[in-house]
């Protein structure tokens, strides 16, 4: 970990209709924090907490009520949607639960799409895509569609494709939630293993306090207030 703060967010707050009326359901209610260079961070909470919706908030796929968020020291909000899209793209990878790959390309097409969105040309990218790939012990599995891979060799896929810009922060909403000990052993060291090799910075979002125990620091999510743990 460096002292560099990559991403930091100020007195989050967000609330959702009731579905049974009368007041706001408040999700997030003045949540603050600090993600520092090279920092695996995990969140955890139970289910409704809104670890989710903070993730997305983070990630500039979901706008807070009232606060702010700043990725490099910047605020993300003073930008236009596309502007904002754009810097998304290359500031931040995400890995989430469901893999959300495109059933019909490939591995290495999935992959490749994050670069291609931000005008790479296409060889550099397929080059790039199957470095990752090969990387993650998918080597044989570049020209396989979704259809055709595990669970646990889809995670990879999305891993890679996190990683395909360079990005300074991962954020992972419970990447192991769907995978038996043995590819959530294998994800979690994988992650790890990017912290080290990337100098890249990971807020996890998971559900299991053995895995959350394992990251740099914890936080959990009660009540709409992220304490550290």
């Known amino acids: 970990m460096n002292s560099d703060i990559v991403l930091r967010c100020s007195d989050l707050k ?8 009368g007041d706001d359901l408040q999700i997030l209610d003045g949540v603050n924090l600090e ?14 907490s809104g670890k989710s919706t903070l993730l997305h908030i983070l990630g500039g796929l979901d706008r807070p009520d ?37 059933p019909e390309f490939t591995a290495s097409e999935n992959v490749m799409m994050p670069a291609l969105i931000g005008g790479e040309k296409q060889s550099e990218a397929e080059k790039r895509a199957d470095i990752l790939l090969t990387r993650f012990g998918m080597k044989e599995r570049l020209h396989h569609r979704p259809s055709q891979l595990s669970g ?23 990447p192991t939630g769907n995978l038996d000990d043995r590819n959530t052993e294998s994800i979690l060291e994988l992650l790890f293993e990017l912290r080290d ?11 299991e306090k053995e895995i959350a125990g394992r990251c740099d620091t914890l936080y959990s999510l009660q009540q709409g207030t992220l304490e550290k743990v």
Do not use: C
Not at 197 to 207: F, G, K, P, R
């Open 14 to 21: 967000k609330s959702f209709p009731s579905r049974a009326g």
């Open 35 to 48: 993600v520092h260079g090279a920092e695996i961070i995990s969140v955890i909470g139970s289910s409704g």
């Open 66 to 102: 009232s606060g702010d968020v700043f990725w490099d020291g910047e605020s993300i909000y003073k930008h236009s949607s596309d502007r904002l899209a754009e810097l998304r793209n290359r500031r931040v990878g995400f890995v989430f639960q469901f893999h959300h790959l495109l």
């Open 152 to 174: 646990g060799e889809q995670q990879r896929v999305s891993m890679a494709r996190a990683l395909m810009n360079n990005p300074s922060i991962i954020l992972a909403d419970e």
């Open 197 to 207: 090799m990337e100098d890249v910075s990971i807020v996890l979002i998971t559900h």
